[in-house]
């Protein structure tokens, strides 16, 4: 069966400090793993996806197919980096995700 | 510059009652589909649409009914609330030609009392 699995509810760090937030999967296609992300009293919008393999906002993720992981990075986090964060799971020619429960992020000051 | 729109965005049933909540989007994308976000579970997918006609079962689909007789209207109907329907319920759209990148709507709090 498909999973997605967010071992840490909260992750909290000081300002400045690495952050990695982890993200695990179950599946045994070819999957598209993304990262969502929910600030404070607003919509939950796309943060990353594998296959862009890009930075936003300082964070990056790389898939390992081997680990069957997907963990999202940040060298410095930052206090408008606290928010609630979702790995996601979409299977290969599907646009149906399955999430995660979701890490929230507190960045201290 | 809408994006997805659920309305509304709180609402307190009794339970036994009906009600249907509404989701609309301007960005004529295919696909559309409505989760559900429960304290610890993440969000888990209800129903889901690949276009005008065609709905389909998710992952916890029960007392929920779907219909999608347009591009940008896919509303969610609970037949007869339960208070394990309380949620905060999630609608999100997104293109064929980008099926990775979908956009939520603000979401729906309900309470079933």
């Known amino acids: 069966a498909q999973r997605v699995t967010q071992p840490e509810k909260l992750l909290s760090v000081f300002k400045g400090a690495p952050v990695e937030l982890k993200c695990n999967y179950s599946?045994?296609?070819?999957?598209?793993l993304f990262w969502y992300v929910q600030y404070s009293r607003q919509r939950l919008q796309l943060l990353l996806r594998?296959?862009s393999r890009e930075s936003i906002k300082g964070f990056t993720a790389d898939l390992n197919k081997g680990e069957t992981s997907f963990h999202l990075k940040k060298p410095f986090a930052q206090e408008e980096d606290s928010a609630m964060y979702y790995c996601?799971?979409?299977?290969?020619?599907?646009?149906?995700?399955?999430f995660g429960t979701g890490t929230r992020l507190k960045v201290l000051a | 510059n809408a994006g997805v729109t659920q309305t509304p965005k709180f609402q307190v049933l009794k339970t036994g009652q009906s009600m249907t909540l509404q989701c609309a989007q301007d960005?004529?994308?295919?696909?559309m589909s409505w989760y559900r976000q429960d304290p610890g579970m993440g969000l888990r997918l209800i129903h889901y649409?690949?276009?005008?006609?065609?709905?389909d079962q998710g992952e916890v689909p029960n007392g929920y009914n779907v219909s999608r007789s347009t591009t940008e209207d896919f509303p969610l109907r609970l037949l007869s609330a339960a208070p394990s329907q309380t949620s905060v319920y999630f609608c999100?759209?997104?293109?064929?030609?980008?099926?990775?990148?979908?956009?939520f709507g603000q979401g729906t709090r309900l309470t079933v009392v």
């Open positions: 999100a759209s997104s293109s064929r030609r980008r099926p990775g990148e979908a956009f």
């Open positions: 599946y045994s296609g070819s999957p598209e």
């Open positions: 594998h296959i």
């Open positions: 996601a799971l979409s299977t290969s020619g599907t646009y149906k995700y399955i």
């Open positions: 960005m004529n994308h295919e696909y």
């Open positions: 649409s690949v276009g005008a006609g065609i709905t």
